[in-house]
């Protein structure tokens, strides 16, 4: 059984940065799809960015150019690299992983992810 864990999360000024941390742990790691979603306050939950299985990443049209995915294959951690912060950004952070999907695509739904994380809040401020 898989644990996927989060950190990172915090209080920033807008137009700050954070990076957020996922740690995937147990029986095996890859070759999952890895992806970071977040939910706003009465708002649904969106996926951020994501890896595929074949290790190719994917950025959501609202944060492309302000987020960075990358990833540590030797401590099973992948990262959210986040910048120029917005108010719209505050969100619950959720890391997710699964065996769905393709090499080259991530998948979108997050009913297709196996193990999640317990979350981590990001609250920016103006």
């Known amino acids: 059984q898989e644990q996927v864990v989060e950190s990172g999360g915090g209080l920033v000024q807008a137009g700050g940065s954070l990076r957020l941390t996922c740690t995937v742990s147990g029986r095996s790691y890859r070759p999952y799809a890895t992806s970071w979603y977040r939910q706003a306050p009465g708002k649904e939950r969106d996926l951020v960015a994501a890896f595929s299985r074949g290790g190719y990443a994917y950025y959501s049209y609202s944060v492309k150019g302000r987020i960075t995915i990358s990833r540590d294959d030797a401590k099973n951690t992948v990262f959210l690299q986040m910048n120029s912060l917005k108010p719209e950004d505050t969100a619950v952070y959720s890391c997710?992983?699964?065996?769905?999907?393709?090499?080259?695509?991530?998948?979108?739904?997050?009913?297709?992810?196996?193990?999640w994380g317990q979350g981590t809040q990001v609250t920016v401020s103006s």
């Open positions: 997710a992983a699964g065996a769905a999907g393709s090499f080259l695509n991530p998948p979108i739904a997050e009913d297709q992810y196996e193990y």
